[in-house]
C-alpha cells in the first residue's frame, strides 16, 4: 500500500513551459485535492475532487488545470508557467465521508 | 471565505516544557480542525483533530482544545521534547461534503531545546 504518491520530486522550468504534476493513491479514496505550500502562507487549495469526472476550484486556482478520469489519479497542469507559481505542491487524498486527510510527499517546483 | 489567523509564528521551550499554539476561525460554520505537524522538507502529518462537537480531545502528551463561542481552538503539547522541534499547522473546514477543503493557519515553527 503506497498511499499517496507524486512525481516528479523537483522540477525546474522557465516562464511559459507547461507541465504536469502527476498524483496517485492507491487507497480507494473518492476525494483527492492539490495545495500549494508558499513559506509563511501555509497551504492553500488550488483544486479539488469529489470522485472520478468531479472537480472544483479552491482558493487559488488561477494558473492551474486538473482532471480526474480514475478514482486513483489527480493530475495538476501548469498551462504556461509563471515565476510566481514557483512553490512546493502537496496531493492529498481521503474518503468522502472524511476526516482524515491523507498527503503525498510533494513536488518542488521552481520557475526561472 | 473561511480565514484562520494562528500564533505565535516561531516559539521556543526547553524540553519539558509545555507548549501552546492558538488558531482563531472567522466562518461559523466551520466543525473540524485538524492539527498537521510537517517536519523539514516533508509531509504534512495529521496528530489530532476535534469536530464541533467536542470541546477538547486528547491523545498522550498531546491535547486539542475548542471554543466554538470565541471561534478559536488550541494545541497544547505537554512534556516536549526534541523531537517534538517541527513546523505546526492548524487547519479548518465546514465539514460533510466539505472536510477536504480546509482552510490553513501560517504555521508556528516549534523549537525544543535539549
Known amino acids: 500500500n503506497a498511499g499517496v504518491t507524486q512525481t516528479p520530486k523537483f522540477q525546474v522550468l522557465k516562464t511559459g513551459q507547461s507541465m504536469t504534476l502527476q498524483c496517485a493513491q492507491d487507497?480507494?479514496?473518492?476525494?483527492m485535492s492539490w495545495y500549494r505550500q508558499d513559506p509563511g502562507m501555509g497551504l492553500r487549495l488550488i483544486h479539488y475532487?469529489?470522485?472520478?469526472?468531479?472537480?472544483d476550484q479552491g482558493e487559488v486556482p488561477n494558473g492551474y488545470n486538473v482532471s480526474r478520469s480514475t478514482t486513483e489519479d489527480f493530475p495538476l497542469r501548469l498551462l504556461s508557467a509563471a515565476p510566481s507559481q514557483t512553490s512546493v505542491y502537496f496531493c492529498a487524498s481521503m474518503l468522502t465521508g472524511g476526516p482524515k486527510q491523507f498527503f503525498g510527499p510533494g513536488t518542488r517546483l521552481t520557475v526561472l | 471565505g473561511e480565514n484562520v489567523e494562528q500564533h505565535p509564528s516561531t516559539l521556543s521551550v526547553q524540553e519539558g516544557d509545555s507548549a501552546v499554539i492558538k488558531c482563531t476561525y472567522s466562518?461559523?460554520?466551520?466543525?473540524?480542525f485538524p492539527w498537521y505537524k510537517q517536519e523539514l522538507g516533508k509531509r504534512p502529518q495529521l496528530i489530532i483533530d476535534i469536530r464541533s462537537n467536542v470541546g477538547e480531545k486528547k491523545d498522550q502528551r498531546i491535547a486539542v482544545t475548542l471554543n466554538k463561542t470565541a471561534k478559536h481552538f488550541s494545541l497544547h503539547i505537554t512534556e516536549t521534547q526534541p523531537e517534538d522541534s517541527a513546523v505546526y499547522f492548524c487547519?479548518?473546514?465546514?465539514?460533510?461534503?466539505?472536510?477536504?477543503?480546509?482552510?490553513f493557519g501560517q504555521g508556528t515553527i516549534l523549537t525544543v531545546h535539549p
Open positions: 475532487s469529489v470522485g472520478a469526472g468531479i472537480t
Open positions: 466562518d461559523s460554520a466551520s466543525n473540524y
Open positions: 487547519a479548518a473546514s465546514i465539514g460533510g461534503t466539505s472536510y477536504g477543503k480546509l482552510t
Open positions: 487507497m480507494n479514496h473518492e476525494y
